[in-house]
């Protein structure tokens, strides 16, 4: 008969498994039971797991380690299949806090650790050799130096800069005399993606402050 306690637990793991899909194994063991522990799975596939497959030693080790209840995040390892893991181990515990079983969740990231070393790939680059191609929208090269050394202060693409940092930017623009230069407005705004009617309130407020 399963506790109550962890039965509830069963529509938990089943909604993690549904939201993050088939590279998402949960299961719920039964520690009353450590033979056949397992009392729910979802996306066994993942790790080849079934109902009737024994705990793990991992997992044991766990249990014997974490008796005061601390629960296990985002470790690695890999499946019996080869595959790349992500997992976490959650402890459920009875009215007298008695560990009586826990959630665990495996997550495949394989797919996405090769991904992301494509991703690296593509995007590695040689920085000493930094080479402008084609016009810099017929802005000196003082201008364009300026500007894209305090854009990349803030170490991301401008797409992710919030309004704040683009105001801190034109800030710190106005400041050095950017502003001074012929078509420094028009190249500002380019740069930062917004209109130059945007960059002229930035400014307004700027100098209000001041």
């Known amino acids: 008969m399963i ?4 039965e509830k637990f069963i529509p938990v793991a089943k909604g993690v498994a549904e939201t993050f899909g088939s590279n998402c194994e949960v299961v719920i063991h039964d520690f009353s039971n450590l033979d056949s522990s397992i009392i ?9 797991r079934t109902n009737e497959t024994q705990m793990t030693d991992s997992i044991l080790e766990k249990i014997n380690k974490h008796q005061e209840g601390h629960d296990v995040y985002n470790y690695t390892g890999k499946s019996t299949l080869g595959r790349e893991l992500k997992s976490t181990t959650t402890f459920i515990r009875d009215l007298d806090q008695t560990i009586i079983g826990c959630m665990c969740i495996n997550f495949d990231i394989t797919d996405m650790l090769s991904a992301r070393n494509v991703m690296n790939e593509l995007c590695k680059v040689d920085e000493n050799e930094l080479e402008v191609i084609g016009e810099v929208n017929k802005v000196n ?6 500007v894209e050394s305090t854009i990349h202060k803030f170490g991301r693409p401008v797409i992710y800069l919030t309004k704040d940092e683009k105001v801190s930017i034109v800030k710190d623009l106005e400041e050095k005399g950017v502003f001074l230069i012929k078509g420094a407005i028009d190249y500002v705004a380019n740069a930062l993606q917004v209109s130059r009617y945007t960059i002229y309130n930035y400014l307004d407020g700027i100098r209000e402050t001041k």
């Open 3 to 6: 506790h109550p306690i962890l």
């Open 40 to 48: 729910a799975i979802f996306n066994g596939h993942v790790t080849g």
């Open 141 to 146: 090269d003082v201008l364009y130096d300026i």
